[in-house]
């Protein structure tokens, strides 16, 4: 992932991002710090294709980002990057296993399939016993694990985690935070975008932003 001189205005002359340069390497796990309104949540939404540049370059797995369609951007979001939320976004009355498996809907799999591959990422984030649960019949800690799940089930390239721990205990926020070590260790890229310097420090590179740009970007 590779953002150069990127910024972001919105209207009424507010400047999320001013001149941007970040490259997040493959396999790196990787915190973006920074205070309320610093632009951290911003930058997860360029980084993750979610909204484009007023300016500059942003090229993910090779791709540039100014060069693709809406339609096109949806396909480069299903293909390589998964998003990790801190509020979740289950579906209330479904089970894990199907809220997993809506994570691939648009991928081109039958049912089946999709069921299979969400029965594995849960087995996989240590939940293969809740498969049939629904979220309300889970914890914070279990929930967000599910929401995990649901993100890699179309194994990514990139896992972008947005205050992951945000609203979970300490336990079961170490217990998440576990997990994203775990899977950066098995070669996944990981972003955890927060402003919470225990979480930042886990990550062996950290990344400071404050209003709009980047402050420091190196290995610790």
């Known amino acids: 992932m590779e953002l150069t001189g990127v910024a972001k205005r919105y209207p009424g002359g507010v400047e999320a991002l001013r001149g941007v340069d970040l490259v997040i390497g493959r396999g790196e796990m990787t915190a973006i710090v920074g205070p309320s309104g610093s632009g951290k949540s911003t930058l997860l939404h360029m980084i993750g294709t979610l909204d484009r540049p007023s300016e500059g370059s942003v090229r993910i797995a090779g791709y540039e980002v100014a060069e693709l369609s809406d339609r096109e951007l949806s396909a480069l979001r299903a293909r390589h990057v998964g998003f990790v939320f801190q509020q979740f976004h289950l579906a209330v009355g479904v089970s894990a296993l199907d809220n997993v498996a809506d994570g691939i809907l648009y991928g081109g799999a039958g049912l089946r399939e999709r069921r299979e591959r969400a029965r594995a990422a849960l087995e996989r984030v240590g939940l293969g016993h809740r498969t049939g649960h629904r979220p309300n019949q889970m914890s914070g800690g279990e929930q967000q694990r599910v929401a995990v799940a649901r993100a890699v089930v179309g194994e990514p390239d990139l896992l972008l985690a947005d205050e992951p721990t945000g609203n979970l205990d300490t336990a079961s926020g170490a217990e998440v935070l576990e997990l994203l070590d775990d899977l950066h260790g098995t070669g996944?890229?990981?972003?955890?975008?927060?402003?919470?310097?225990?979480?930042?420090?886990?990550?062996?590179?950290?990344?400071?932003?404050?209003?709009?740009?980047i402050e420091g970007a190196g290995i610790r």
């Open 188 to 213: 996944t890229t990981v972003a955890i975008i927060t402003h919470d310097l225990d979480v930042a420090g886990r990550a062996p590179r950290r990344v400071r932003v404050r209003d709009g740009l």
